[in-house]
């Protein structure tokens, strides 16, 4: 129940739920393939109200198989419009891999794609959102990211540098940073029309305001939360 462990646990969960309440404003407007990028222990396939909805699990293949294990030892079953898509970039391109995999590029679709950015190269973060400005009008996709610890606080940038620390321990080191406005310009120059991005004030208000335990996200800002549409 540490201060800073609770204010990212909460920040997660509101990630999700965010990302999720887009899909579903996607699914409305007639989308029905979702691609979830690192997928990780990502539970919402196994949860999905849509049923003509396909998903698409990316992630590297030793995590996909360790997942996969846990699945069957969980008795939890697999549905059938799940498509995992185990791809080694140093092997095979995400275009490459999605089409592989039976992914419409002629079609919209919805990427899901949390608690990857800060991890990534430019470079990197680049090539994706290429693959996704390459489907057609309708497509989205919904990640977070971290911002510069320069543009932070005394306060915050404590925090985050605690928490820096602790993710280089485990092996998976910060290495990308925007503001505001570098995303917003990124994202124009790669193709989106549109741009939205919300804070820890704006998830508070979706998600965590009259609760009766006092949850909510604090001023230290954990991170934004970005959705682009093609």
């Not at 990308?176 to 990124?186: A, D, I, S, V, W």
């Not at 909510?216 to 682009?228: F, H, N, P």
Request: charged share 25%; proline share 5%; aromatic share 12%.
């Amino acid at each position: 129940m540490h201060t800073v462990a609770r204010d990212f646990r909460a920040f997660m969960a509101a990630r999700s739920r965010y990302a999720e309440d887009r899909l579903a404003e996607a699914v409305g407007n007639g989308v029905g393939q979702c691609v979830i990028l690192g997928a990780g222990l990502d539970t919402f396939a196994y949860r999905n109200p849509f049923p003509e909805l396909r998903v698409f699990e990316v992630d590297f293949p030793a995590t996909q198989e360790w997942k996969r294990d846990l699945l069957k030892t969980a008795g939890i079953t697999v549905p059938p419009n799940l498509i995992f898509v185990p791809l080694d970039f140093e092997h095979k391109s995400l275009g490459e891999g999605l089409a592989e995999a039976g992914l419409d590029f002629s079609r919209p679709a919805f990427f899901s794609w949390l608690g990857v950015v800060p991890y990534l190269t430019l470079e990197a973060f680049r090539a994706t959102v290429s693959v996704v400005t390459r489907l057609p009008g309708g497509t989205t996709v919904c990640f977070d990211y971290a911002f510069s610890p320069e543009s932070l606080s005394p306060a915050r940038r404590a925090v985050f540098k605690a928490l820096s620390e602790r993710v280089a321990a485990a092996g998976e080191p910060f290495r990308l940073f925007f503001t505001r406005e570098q995303l917003e310009r990124e994202l124009r120059d790669a193709g989106f029309q549109s741009i939205e991005q919300v804070d820890s004030d704006d998830l508070n208000a979706l998600y965590f305001a009259d609760r009766k335990d006092g949850l909510r996200l604090s001023d230290s800002k954990l991170g934004m939360i970005a959705t682009a549409h093609v």
